[in-house]
């Protein structure tokens, strides 16, 4: 993890709980964060009563709990650093993190009808630690829960609790993870949903080790308002890798009203894919999102490349970084009649803003939302090792265009040469050694990359 995103905060004076006027109520001090009125030294982003207090607790802690796993390798110590997220939209609160493994992202969505209080806009990351976790866990139906959130600490208060944590920087890989699980999740579609009893059957039945067996891919289908297992990819299909990694899904099954399945299109001899469970919770939303395989982040699926190969992408991003309000969600056609660009440009700047951290995904709502994170802008290449490489390899004048076939080029990359052709699905097929391996499933390999930026070069300057 790096270390480069370290963060001093300055507070104006300590955290404090008051109780006097009957009942408690919990100030917290913050640092620096942005708003629809830019920097601002100390914002409130939210304050107020949660009305399902247990309900939100449990969905806290299972953000916690998928914050401190690492699903692949268990053994393995955790860093501190992995703090969940918080956003404020104006109506809801977005609560996110990922695992340590960077394999599984979570989120919960408490929305306008499960708070009753002011609601900002800010993003900012947090420590849920033991004490924390402590007193959630005392949380019941019948407790009062008053929230405050700032844009650096998060403090809960319970009747006579006061828990008080401090933000920790947040860690870049997760950085990458934000943008890949917001272009991922932007392909996928509602394939099942079940009520509460059938989500609480399935899910228990489900194994909550990391064994051989739970690592592998299964798949899961819907007939007759049930959820059954099959080894095999069938039309309708939802994947299922590592089941172990739903665990987190348990603390909120009491309060559940219902399980909603999400993936990409499956046909018979797919591969092994993402996909995303949603519990529905009174007033909010509990979403996990698993990457393909259990040992395999999500922070390197490559899937941002394509659109970020295009020359406009920066420029696009830019324009439309102007037009966003720090919105719950946003309309990519309400973006395209705004910017006066083409619907293809506007999901290629969105991409660009997610690579920043600026942009996540609804699958409920199918839109994107406006967030911050506490990062730098332009860190694409970094960030992006493929497309460095990529653009080196056509600055060198390494990239040759077939003058006989529009669609297909040679691209050499230090003592090798290789074949790069656009195929009819819109992707470049490569000769090389990645796509062998991959066959395009965790995005272009280099040769690809470097092809597509000199395919779109050679029909802008027509």
Not at 2 to 11: E, N
Not at 60 to 69: H, I, K, R, S
Not at 391 to 406: F, H, K, M, Q
Request: net charge positive; hydrophobic share 40%; glycine share 10%.
């Amino acid at each position: 993890m790096s270390s480069t995103a370290l963060h001093s905060l300055t507070y104006l004076r300590p955290s404090g709980l008051d109780r006097s006027g009957g009942r408690a109520l919990l100030g917290l001090q913050t640092s620096g964060g942005r708003t629809p009125a830019g920097a601002v030294a100390n914002p409130t982003f939210f304050r107020g009563f949660v009305t399902r207090p247990a309900v939100a607790a449990a969905g806290l802690l299972a953000v916690a709990d998928v914050a401190a796993a690492r699903y692949y390798d268990p053994r393995r110590i955790r860093s501190a650093l992995l703090d969940p997220v918080v956003t404020a939209n104006g109506d809801r609160l977005r609560f996110e993190s990922f695992s340590g493994c960077c394999g599984v992202h979570a989120r919960l969505d408490i929305l306008a009808a499960g708070l009753d209080g002011d609601t900002g806009y800010g993003t900012t990351n947090v420590d849920v630690n033991t004490p924390l976790r402590d007193a959630l866990n005392g949380v019941t139906a019948g407790d009062p829960l008053h929230l405050t959130v700032g844009p650096d600490e998060l403090a809960v208060a319970t009747l006579g609790d006061r828990v008080v944590e401090k933000k920790v920087p947040l860690p870049e890989r997760w950085l990458r993870g934000f943008a890949e699980t917001q272009t991922i999740a932007a392909e996928f579609d509602l394939r099942a949903e079940v009520g509460a009893a059938e989500a609480v059957r399935f899910l228990r039945a489900l194994p909550r080790t990391g064994g051989t067996a739970a690592r592998g891919g299964q798949w899961v289908v819907a007939t007759a308002g049930r959820l059954r297992l099959t080894s095999r990819p069938v039309p309708g299909a939802v994947c299922l890798p590592g089941p172990q990694r739903l665990d987190a899904l348990h603390r909120v099954l009491r309060q559940a009203d219902s399980l909603r399945l999400y993936g990409p299109k499956v046909a018979a001899g797919s591969p092994l894919l993402a996909s995303a469970w949603e519990i529905g919770l009174p007033g909010m939303r509990l979403t996990l999102t698993l990457s393909p395989e259990a040992g395999r982040g999500f922070s390197g699926e490559g899937t941002v490349l394509n659109a970020l190969a295009h020359e406009d992408t920066e420029s696009d991003a830019e324009l439309l970084s102007v037009l966003l309000a720090w919105d719950p969600r946003i309309e990519l056609g309400e973006l395209a009649a705004r910017s006066g660009l083409t619907a293809e440009r506007v999901r290629a700047a969105l991409i660009r803003l997610g690579v920043d951290g600026r942009i996540g995904y609804d699958l409920a709502e199918a839109a994107h939302f406006h967030r911050e994170l506490p990062y730098a802008a332009g860190r694409v290449e970094r960030h992006n090792p493929r497309l460095k490489a990529a653009r080196e390899l056509v600055t060198a004048g390494n990239v040759r265009p077939d003058p006989e076939d529009a669609d297909a080029a040679t691209v050499t990359s230090g003592s090798y040469t290789h074949r790069v052709r656009l195929g009819t699905d819109g992707r470049f097929v490569c000769t090389c050694d990645w796509w062998a391996e991959t066959r395009g499933t965790r995005g272009p390999c280099r040769h690809a990359l470097a092809a597509r930026i000199i395919r779109a070069t050679a029909r802008t300057a027509l």
